[in-house]
């Protein structure tokens, strides 16, 4: 059985960076999606990674400033968060990917419980 755990969040400035990890435990994950909640919004996508390292996804809210990437060798896999913004903030998740469109929260299992990112104005 699979587990995943969620680290790297916290409080940041807007314009500051963050770096969260998804780690697994158990056995080896294959693809893998980075999701985030804000209080009071639906789960939204974010990026998702297959498990060879390409290709990769990103949300057009965050593309060109988050960059997904994974680390096999340490079964996790990174998400780099440069230019936060305020609209930004939510609890991040990671899950593993089985199948069908990579945008959707549905096709993914094995959710961690998330790490909270709050990024203030």
């Known amino acids: 059985q699979v587990q995943l755990v969620e680290s790297g969040g916290g409080l940041v400035q807007a314009g500051g960076s963050l770096r969260l990890s998804c780690t697994a435990s158990?056995?080896?994950?294959?693809?893998v999606g980075w999701f985030r909640q804000a209080p009071g919004k639906e789960r939204e996508f974010v990026a998702h990674?297959?498990?060879?390292?390409?290709?990769?996804y990103h949300a057009n809210s965050v593309k060109g400033r988050f960059a997904i990437s994974r680390d096999n060798a340490e079964n996790s896999v990174s998400l780099q968060m440069n230019s936060l913004k305020p609209e930004d903030t939510a609890v991040y998740s990671c899950?593993?990917?089985?199948?069908?469109?990579?945008?959707?929260?549905?096709?993914?299992w094995g959710w961690g419980k998330g790490t909270l990112v709050t990024v203030s104005s």
């Open positions: 899950a593993i990917y089985s199948g069908g469109s990579v945008y959707d929260a549905i096709n993914y």
């Open positions: 158990g056995r080896a994950v294959r693809s």
């Open positions: 990674i297959h498990w060879s390292g390409s290709p990769a």
